[in-house]
């Protein structure tokens, strides 16, 4: 444990380092050197050095001690708002603190009383430096005794633990696998919750006995002289806990200081810590939220902790799935404190979790701007840039992440991906072998070498790596690409992929593709259907009935506001809009519902969002998702009409404006139809302004094939029949086993899978005029029409 005093030693060593004049304070010169001294990898120019030094001496004005510079107080504030990290510029300089004269080394002793005597004259080195801060350490004599105790309780239980090889952690040899998640834990410094993770063994009779004196310790600190030596008690018991890993009884201690003081910052900020920690993101959140409103009670009294609640506020939002929430606090925090390069770096990470990637860049290169060494932030900077299509560059900033971190998992991995889409499959089989070499059990790496190999041409090679795979997990997914593979081996393909060298497929024109029964989907039809369906399975809203649409649209009081043009309208901001989304997604995991929303965002807010203004109309939101959504086509139809009558345009009414239902068709096929564009406008002759529609007026509108949204019918077949296999049964071209419809030529008998079939793709050896496709929905109706053909030539072929 960091010994009493420790940090801010640490700082004022730093800063006598580079106070060269011995005035007590850091001119702008002996500030510079500072900045270039604690990040010896990084080449500043004198631009950023200058830029940097304005933002700190504007940003902490009140330290300044005129041509003097930044005091001491100044420095160590910069390093509680975040702006640096102690320990790692510490080391970075070199610099060492006077060895200990006690601790660790005191003997063990069977009561409380003989080892606090032994003790008693290490007391102040042995203490955290939390405790000694004049702003949150410890304020009553009485509670130095309960931490004095309380370490030696810890100390007792981790000798017992350690001696029954119980305890587990403490090994930092692999910690360049994980991101930086940009944690604020204290209340001053703000860095990752530990670099030694220590898991403590709770179900034997040492931690009982424990938790039993500890019981005692928190008895004595309610039986305190005041409310606030009892709140002093509580804290310093729960920082102790806190800091020895012993989270859930940290958690206790906390929530009884809350219980004590239910306005101050400090309880409601550390539990929110510990209930994260311990993976209760809802219970952190709601920690975080009152900690949020005490500190903006409180006036200026914790203005200095504001950027790091926001911060740990936007970290547990990101835990139940919340990006678009969470993305407005680190705005915040970054906006509170323009040197917090942790929140410039969050906040990118975000913008980049739904799908915004300028911004994302731009908040990423400012995070990089502030500390060039930050390998997470190049690392999402490279996966923006890639986003955007600027490869190259994309490349760059993920080689940097690896250099800075070499065994950086997410860096390697995602650069693995890059190289794949670039078609480097060498490079992409290297990048993958190197994520398993840290992380050996990563299915997904594992998988994506085979595929690469594949690409490679190595197919012995992806066949050993898929069956490693296999080992790992038993996904259907893998079970399809081994099939693949096999499929692959039998045709030889070479070249381009088709055999001796000719094409794997040619793709024929439209005009060519003839269906040989009115129940064959048009091949065009098809490719807007396969493409709204991919998008309905990305943001599962088809498992959302079409129903809990209306119950929002009832129990929601959305705020009526006038859009641009003067019409009512009922907006609200996207992050809210999120929080309606959560309801209607409830079923879904954290990380799966983030890429619902990404999807979300980027297909459906951007375009009802076109100005950028970050509000949305509700109404027209809801209208667009119906169609979508779960239920019948018929009730889905109902749901996006009972929307629109609920925007304020149409409210108190049984029918709504044409011009509203204009409106939403263009947008409709806007979004879902995007090859039309938004320039194709909706005429309804002869009609004016003020003219209404009733709900089967709508329908005829909404089913037209040419000016409608008459993919619905080809997307409710296709969400009934696309998990359908069809035996042995592969696609001719892709060579991936056929799920979903099975698309027969009748003529040269090949089938192809409906992505193929709406693409246009044919086997090379089949080039026809003409071709004659009939659609199967299952194996079950190719059999049948198979016993139909075989009845009606014996019939024929009988003797009269």
Not at 537 to 549: A, F, G, H, M
Request: net charge negative; proline share 3%.
């Amino acid at each position: 444990m960091t010994t009493r005093g420790s940090r801010s030693e640490k700082v004022k060593r730093i800063f006598q380092q580079f106070d060269s004049n011995r005035d007590g304070g850091l001119n702008r010169e002996e500030m510079a050197a500072l900045v270039v001294a604690v990040n010896p990898r990084v080449k500043f120019s004198d631009e950023q050095i200058n830029a940097i030094l304005d933002e700190v001496f504007k940003t902490y004005g009140e330290f300044i001690d005129g041509e003097k510079g930044l005091t001491y107080d100044g420095l160590l504030r910069t390093y509680d708002d975040g702006a640096g990290d102690v320990d790692r510029d510490f080391d970075a300089l070199g610099l060492e603190l006077k060895p200990d004269s006690g601790g660790d080394d005191v003997a063990s002793s069977s009561s409380i009383a003989d080892e606090r005597a032994v003790a008693e004259p290490a007391k102040k080195q042995r203490t955290a430096a939390w405790a000694a801060s004049p702003n949150h350490g410890i304020v009553f004599d009485d509670t130095w005794k309960v931490v004095d105790d309380l370490e030696i309780l810890i100390k007792r239980l981790k000798a017992k633990q350690v001696k029954d090889g119980k305890m587990k952690g403490g090994d930092n040899s692999n910690n360049d696998v994980y991101s930086d998640p940009g944690w604020s834990r204290e209340l001053g410094p703000s860095s990752e919750i530990s670099d030694k993770r220590i898991v403590w063994e709770e179900s034997g009779h040492d931690y009982a006995v424990f938790v039993k004196e500890l019981s005692v310790l928190r008895t004595r600190a309610d039986g305190a002289r005041s409310r606030e030596e009892a709140f002093d008690g509580h804290m310093a018991i729960g920082r102790v806990l806190y800091e020895h890993q012993l989270y859930k009884e940290a958690l206790v201690s906390f929530k009884r200081a809350c219980e004590l003081q239910p306005t101050d910052v400090r309880p409601h900020f550390r539990a929110g810590n510990c209930s994260y920690v311990l993976g209760r993101h809802g219970e952190a959140k709601e920690e975080f939220v009152l900690a949020l409103e005490a500190a903006e009670a409180g006036g200026n009294q914790w203005s200095y902790l504001l950027p790091q609640i926001h911060v740990n506020l936007g970290i547990s939002l990101e835990g139940e799935g919340m990006v678009i929430s969470s993305c407005e606090h680190y705005r915040e925090a970054a906006i509170l404190c323009p040197t917090h390069f942790r929140a410039l770096k969050l906040l990118g990470s975000a913008l980049f979790g739904v799908g915004e990637y300028k911004a994302a860049v731009k908040a990423l290169e400012e995070a990089i701007y502030l500390k060039n060494d930050y390998a997470d932030a190049h690392c999402d900077l490279a996966s923006a840039l890639h986003a955007m299509g600027d490869d190259e560059n994309a490349i760059k900033e993920f080689q940097k992440a690896i250099d800075l971190k070499p065994g950086h998992v997410d860096a390697l991995y995602n650069l693995g991906g890059l190289y794949m889409d670039m078609g480097r499959y060498q490079r992409a089989s290297e990048m993958y072998t190197r994520v398993l070499a840290v992380w050996p059990n990563h299915w997904r790496a594992q998988l994506n070498k085979a595929v690469s190999l594949l690409g490679a041409r190595e197919n012995e090679e992806a066949k050993k790596a898929l069956k490693e795979a296999l080992k790992m997990t038993n996904r259907v997914e893998l079970h399809d690409a081994i099939s693949h593979l096999k499929q692959l081996q039998k045709k030889r393909l070479k070249g381009n992929g088709g055999a001796n060298g000719e094409e794997a497929f040619i793709i024929v024109e439209p005009s060519k593709f003839k269906t040989a029964t009115e129940r064959t989907t048009l091949r065009q039809e098809l490719a807007i259907a396969l493409d709204v369906r991919a998008f309905q399975r990305i943001t599962r809203l088809s498992r959302c009935d079409v129903e809990l649409l209306k119950k929002e649209m009832t129990e929601n009081n959305a705020p009526v506001s006038y859009s641009g043009m003067g019409v009512p309208e009922k907006s609200i901001r996207k992050a809210s809009l999120e929080v309606i989304l959560r309801r209607l997604l409830n079923f879904l995991k954290p990380e799966t519902f983030v890429g619902a929303v990404k999807a979300i965002n980027q297909k459906i807010l951007s375009v009802l969002d076109e100005s950028e203004s970050g509000r949305v109309d509700l109404g027209m939101f809801f209208a667009v998702l119906a169609p979508i959504c779960g239920g019948t086509a018929e009730r889905r139809k109902r749901g996006a009409f009972d929307a629109l009558l609920w925007r304020p345009v149409n409210e108190d009414s049984t029918q709504i404006q044409k011009v509203d239902a204009q409106r939403y068709i263009k947008l409709l096929r806007a979004i879902y139809i995007p090859s039309h564009g938004m320039s194709e406008i909706l005429e309804i002759h002869g009609e004016t302004d003020s003219a209404m529609m009733s709900f089967t007026e709508f329908i005829a509108m909404f089913d037209d094939p040419d000016w409608g949204f008459g993919v619905m019918s080809g997307l409710v077949k296709l969400e009934s029949v696309d998990r359908n296999r069809h035996g042995n049964h592969v696609c001719s071209v892709c060579r991936y086993p056929v799920i979903g419809s099975r698309f027969k030529e009748m003529k040269s008998h090949f089938s192809l899978c409906s992505q193929c079939y709406s693409e246009g793709k044919v086997p090379p050896t089949f080039k026809l005029e003409e071709y004659k496709f009939k659609e199967y929905a299952s194996e079950a109706e190719a059999m049948k029409d198979k016993c139909m053909w075989f009845g009606l030539h014996s019939k024929s072929s009988s003797p009269s």
